[in-house]
């Protein structure tokens, strides 16, 4: 008979996969995959793509694969300035709509650029105000320095680094802690019960955001991973890795598979969390 110790706890957390994780293939086939390598569900990224932002077909999506949608990423990038509107306020009113109309626990947001001096100028004050008027979580992501060669840009407003500023809710992404050069241990130390959402990928340091498949990279994915497993973190851990140099679909079906399965190794913890000590800068309080 197995010892208390040898049993593998099932965490809390659930593992989703990121629609931009297949791209340049599409939102659809996004649900597909993560349907048949048995992820808990996806996030959608909302972007160029009109499936990703049409809430219908979401859910049609969702219904065919049975595979619930467990968070909205608000279009803040680039290449979705006027996804949504160009109003940033409008663009997180609707992430927030199509959350709640889908079922989704967590609204994905950017800090402002710093040319939106007016969104930046109410972001903290406005996502407090948003947050207070819904059950979904706001949970704002950490960005990172632009960098070309031996100049620096900081592009983010009020800053990249989300925990100088009072959020209810952060998102911590590893691939941006690794492009940032930041300590992803201490920043999750600093974000504390207030880390809510995770996105897993890799990086090697370098001054291009790489999401690369966990562990193949210098980031300490497994040892945040272990240690929200131990803690009781009952967020989401969202695989948002960078497959587009996949020479096939079978090549970045593969690179998922990986992901997941590097993911779930390292969530589940061999004890239980009060027969082990977790280090401080990994203890994330359940809510």
């Known amino acids: 008979m197995a010892e208390a110790r040898d049993v593998v706890r099932i965490p809390d957390a659930k593992v989703a996969l990121s629609t931009a994780s297949v791209y340049p293939e599409s939102t659809a086939t996004a649900f597909e995959i993560a349907a048949r390598l048995g992820y808990d569900g996806v996030e959608v990224m909302v972007w160029t793509d009109p499936v990703s932002q049409d809430i219908e077909a979401l859910r049609r999506l969702s219904d065919y694969h049975r595979i619930p949608v467990l968070a909205v990423h608000a279009p803040c990038l680039l290449i979705t300035q006027r996804v949504w509107s160009t109003d940033p306020w409008t663009k997180l009113q609707r992430a927030r709509a199509a959350a709640e109309k889908l079922g989704a626990s967590t609204v994905v947001v950017h800090p402002p650029f710093r040319w939106q001096r007016q969104y930046a100028r109410d972001f903290v004050d406005g996502i407090w105000r948003m947050a207070n008027e819904t059950d979904v979580r706001f949970a704002v992501e950490n960005m990172y320095p632009w960098r070309y060669r031996d100049r620096e840009m900081l592009a983010y407003a009020p800053d990249w680094d989300v925990t100088k500023e009072d959020y209810r809710h952060f998102t911590i992404d590893l691939s941006h802690a690794s492009t940032s050069r930041t300590d992803t241990l201490r920043m999750v130390e600093r974000m ?47 695989i948002e ?47």
């Open 241 to 287: 890795v960078n497959t587009r140099r996949a020479m096939s679909s079978a090549e970045r079906e593969a690179d998922l598979a990986e992901a997941l399965a590097f993911t779930r190794l390292h969530l589940a913890s061999a004890s239980s969390p009060s027969s082990l000590s977790t280090p401080s800068s990994l203890r994330v309080p359940r809510r």
């Open 192 to 238: 504390g019960d207030r880390l809510g959402h995770v996105h897993l990928a890799d990086g090697r340091g370098s001054a291009k955001d790489e999401h690369l498949v966990p562990g193949r990279g210098d980031q300490p994915c497994a040892e945040v991973l272990e240690g929200l497993a131990r803690s009781g973190f009952d967020g989401h851990v969202v």
